[in-house]
């Protein structure tokens, strides 16, 4: 079963990550890689992906004459989401471990972030046997 | 470059969509696949995925005693990820192009379009 | 199955053989871990060289001997490299004389890798990736391809589950008679979740998969042969193609789920649902009834009937309830639950499910809805029906199967 961890923050989360120590950066970072690594390792890695700034982020909306309508004003309380992991595992309980795991990388300061991270099933083409 | 285009809604926003009429579900369906066959010929689909419902979701936070913490409470009006798409394209405009073909295609809801961080290092 | 992309003409060919020149090697260098690589190097190796130089004339000689040769070199630097410990030393010998063992193989060998495959120290996906790889001889490319994860995860997890073996100290050789009959069920299971992935991912044919129903079926059809005369094996290769026999009626031309009752029956293979009612009637001759045959038997009553209404559903129901006492399960409860309200009316059927309500492991399980649902809409209780099939929409996990709820839903709500 297929499921996406994902991690958001507000835009003043994204500001307060951009004036990390050096140290703190770098300890994140490597943590990200090592976490990715372990994905890979255990045979449970799909896919990962980092977004870009919310200050680049856009909503699109057609217009009048379907010609696409940009807008780059969003509510502060608005989570973006930062970055992604797809993983394929045997059980929900599975997935909260390594989302878990996630959770734990390092924040300003060093210490374990404890970020929430959202778990979710990834959709499937499949269809039940059923009768 | 590869853009990700992403679909979200709010609780209420989907109980609407469940009571749309036949027809239209239908017809939404048809021309979401139609937009992904479009996208594959043109050979800038990448991927597209369909989240569960929120309902099904589970916010974990660090560990206790080895054990993940989970919580499953969503706010009514909490806006959240129903689904992405992911294109492969040569500039910004192209994407926003597809998001508005996407937004058009399911009643001019917003799409946001966001660029994806690569690990390359970038000159400042 | 055919224009597959992934079909070159010997590729049936290197698939049949692949267990048997994997039994060979890895019974000669008593490795299966390291001949399973050795293996899969040849395949690659046929796969390059054999278009451009012909198929050899003893193709699975060619194989045994390019996989021997890997295996010769990879010792021979293990040897060099560890500098003559005297269990190394002894191997050495062994290399002397790279045997004449074209004779070596053995019927047995492709039995011994499913059970060894579908060991139950495995993860269910690991079982089903090492199998798929070691006996139905597909490429890891292949398998990632149809299970849609990235090549280096499968070839990750198929390692680790060849580690795994390799560190439960499982031998190259038969199971004992009886241990065999313990272990024949977790083959027989990781057999039906290939055929289960395959079938219900065929709808859809935008992705160029490779068809794992079609496979599932071939590696049954080898068990049978290999076990002629247990019966829950011709029991579930039945299953197999009376419920495959189905594809092409389950999907509409928009990729959208159509369900029995609504399906074309002139769709259905008739070849195949006479070879699954031959076989069933077959198996069950030999008087032991377990779960697959009883499974097989139902599918059976249902593609008897050449129109919906000819379904003989009270049959049907006999069989849930033996295959309840068989094989309790809720999916099964709920089965029989749906059976019960065609014999005896809705109402007995929504009885029926109340049981399920306290059932944990059914507690947010989409089905229970979609099927108290469909009861609902039979008792006239539309606003109920309408419900449930919003809440089975958002339960699912399958965009197929939350579409059509959702048109139910919609449908009934327009009335």
Same mark, same amino acid.
């Given at each position: ?90 059980? =929900? ?22 970020? =929430? ?15 | ?73 969503? =706010? ?49 | ?415």
């Amino acid at each position: 079963m297929k499921y996406i961890l994902m991690m958001a923050g507000k835009k003043s989360d994204f500001e307060g990550y951009a004036r990390w120590s050096k140290e703190d950066l770098q300890a994140n970072v490597a943590f990200m890689r090592t976490f990715s690594r372990e994905l890979k390792d255990t045979g449970v890695f799909v896919s990962t992906e980092g977004l870009g700034w919310p200050s680049e982020a856009k909503l699109v909306r057609a217009g009048k004459n379907g010609e696409p309508v940009t807008d780059g004003v969003f509510p502060e309380a608005k989570e973006f989401l930062a970055g992604y992991w797809i993983i394929d595992v045997e059980s =929900p309980e599975q997935a909260y471990k390594i989302a878990a795991r996630a959770s734990q990388a390092p924040g300003a300061g060093g210490k374990p972030a404890n970020m =929430p991270i959202e778990v979710r099933p990834v959709l499937s083409g499949h269809a039940d046997l059923g009768l | 470059m590869k853009y990700i285009l992403l679909m979200s809604g709010t609780k209420a926003g989907v109980e609407g969509y469940h009571a749309w009429p036949k027809q239209d579900i239908e017809a939404h369906m048809a021309v979401l696949q139609r937009i992904n066959q479009d996208l594959t010929e043109s050979r800038e689909f990448v991927a597209t995925q369909g989240l569960a419902e929120p309902k099904e979701a589970k916010v974990v936070r660090g560990e206790k005693n080895g054990v993940p913490v989970t919580d499953g409470i969503f =706010p009514e009006s909490k806006e959240f990820l129903l689904g992405y798409w992911i294109v492969d394209v040569p500039n910004a405009e192209r994407a926003y192009a597809i998001a508005g073909r996407i937004s058009a295609a399911s009643v001019n809801m917003p799409i946001e379009v966001r660029q994806f961080a690569t690990h390359e290092a970038k000159s400042r | 199955m055919t224009d597959h992309p992934y079909d070159a003409p010997f590729e049936h060919l290197l698939r049949e053989l692949a267990p048997q020149v994997l039994g060979a090697v890895a019974r000669r260098f008593r490795d299966f871990s390291s001949a399973e690589d050795a293996v899969q190097e040849a395949m690659i190796a046929a796969f390059t060289r054999w278009p451009q130089e012909g198929v050899p004339e003893n193709p699975r000689g060619w194989l045994i001997q390019v996989a021997c040769r890997r295996m010769a070199d990879r010792m021979r630097s293990e040897i060099a490299r560890r500098e003559r410990e005297t269990a190394v030393a002894a191997e050495a010998e062994n290399l002397a004389s790279l045997p004449e063992i074209e004779a070596d193989v053995d019927p047995d060998d492709t039995l011994i890798l499913l059970f060894m495959c579908c060991h139950p120290v495995l993860t269910p996906s690991s079982a089903i990736a090492l199998t798929l790889r070691a006996v139905g001889g597909l490429t890891t490319a292949e398998i990632a391809n149809a299970f849609l994860v990235p090549e280096a995860t499968m070839a990750q997890r198929i390692s680790r589950a060849k580690q795994t073996i390799k560190t439960s100290g499982a031998p190259f050789c038969l199971p004992s008679p009886h241990e065999r009959a313990d272990r024949l069920p977790a083959v027989l299971h990781v057999l039906y979740l290939i055929f289960s992935e395959g079938y219900t991912s065929s709808i859809g044919s935008h992705l160029q998969r490779f068809d794992l129903a079609r496979e599932a079926i071939r590696l049954t059809r080898n068990t049978k042969t290999l076990l002629p005369d247990n019966a829950e094996v011709a029991g579930l290769l039945a299953l197999m193609l009376l419920t495959d026999a189905r594809r092409t009626a389950r999907s509409g031309p928009d990729e959208e789920l159509i369900p029995l009752d609504k399906q074309d029956r002139s769709l259905w293979d008739r070849v195949e649902i006479s070879e699954g009612t031959e076989l069933l009637t077959a198996a069950l001759a030999k008087g032991a009834v377990g779960l697959y045959q009883l499974q097989a038997a139902i599918a059976a009553v249902h593609d008897e009937a050449a129109q919906v209404e000819d379904t003989d559903w009270p049959q049907i129901l006999a069989l849930y309830e033996l295959l309840k006492r068989v094989s309790p399960s809720p999916m099964v409860t709920l089965n029989h639950a749906i059976a019960a309200a065609m014999v005896h009316g809705p109402a007995q059927g929504l009885q029926l499910l109340r049981a399920l309500d306290t059932d944990p492991r059914l507690a947010s399980h989409y089905r229970l809805d979609a099927v108290r649902a469909h009861l609902l809409e039979k008792t006239g209780d539309y606003e109920a029906a309408i419900e449930h099939y919003r809440v089975a929409a958002a339960r699912t996990t399958s965009i197929p199967e939350r579409n059509y709820l959702m048109t139910q839903a919609a449908r009934l709500a327009g009335d």
